[in-house]
């Protein structure tokens, strides 16, 4: 169920296809000097994630687990990868680390980063964007910036069980299950943070539901952000609340 592709220079794809929800959870390996997972999936699925690790490197050589938001998919296994890496550090946002990470039962290192903070991991440099409300309020993306490679979470995700590389415009897909699932308070937020992300322009982009896709896949993703509605609209997981 789970598998392991590479889908960069020492860049791997830990893709899990959930048939309950209808998308896959992936975790992104960088495999360098002082190696980094970004999200870490759920609590149960720790042992599938570590197993999928363990393929490319120990995992006890983590030095970095970063986690974009606090939210069971991104950060259930924290604990446990960072327990078992004797160098590791939790990395997440200075919002998260507050508002979250400090009043939980989280007891290993922690790192708390702002828009433009820089992670040398040996030959690559992952800068941090925070994207407050893109999704939650502690959001933040991974940007690692000698592969023009981005991270950013649960934006441009594409449901169903996807290849570790998508060319297909799922741009109408995409937003159809974010107003059915309502995760998007608002379409402002990420609207200003879809701009900012055309003019990085990254030459990769790593969605943690859906496959990986180039930066000119990316242009149909953000056409249809510009052009569909995507905000909550009232749904929760299809299910209409009261007004
Ligand atoms: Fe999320
Ligand atoms: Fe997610």
């Given at each position: 169920?789970?598998r392991?592709d ?72 924290m604990?446990?990868?960072v327990?078992?890496?004797?160098e ?19 007891r ?15 030959r ?66 990420v ?44 749904k ?8």
């Amino acid at each position: 169920m789970t598998r392991v592709d590479a889908v960069g220079d020492g860049i791997y794809r830990i893709g899990t296809w959930w048939p309950e929800y209808g998308i896959t959870v992936n975790q992104f390996l960088i495999d360098d000097d002082r190696p980094t997972l970004v999200h870490t999936g759920t609590f149960q699925s720790y042992e599938a994630v570590r197993k999928a690790v363990a393929q490319v490197l120990d995992p006890r050589r983590l030095a970095y687990v970063v986690v974009p938001h606090f939210e069971a998919d991104e950060c259930g296994g924290m604990g446990r990868f960072v327990a078992e890496a004797p160098e590791a550090v939790l990395v997440c946002s200075e919002v998260g680390a507050g508002i979250n990470l400090s009043g939980w039962d989280y007891r290993g290192p922690v790192k708390g980063v702002r828009d433009g903070h820089v992670i040398e991991t040996g030959r690559r440099r992952l800068r941090f964007l925070e994207t407050p409300h893109v999704h939650h309020w502690d959001s933040m993306m991974v940007y690692e910036e000698t592969t023009g490679s981005l991270f950013p979470a649960d934006l441009f995700i594409q449901p169903g069980e996807q290849p570790a590389v998508v060319s297909e415009d799922l741009g109408r897909e995409m937003c159809t299950l974010y107003r059915e699932v309502g995760i998007f308070g608002g379409d402002k937020p990420v609207l200003q943070t879809v701009d900012r992300l055309e003019r990085l322009a990254p030459h990769w982009v790593h969605p943690m539901h859906g496959g990986s896709m180039t930066g000119q896949t990316l242009g149909r993703y953000i056409h249809a952000l510009r052009t569909q509605p995507f905000a909550y609209e009232g749904k929760v997981f299809g299910r209409m609340l009261p007004t």
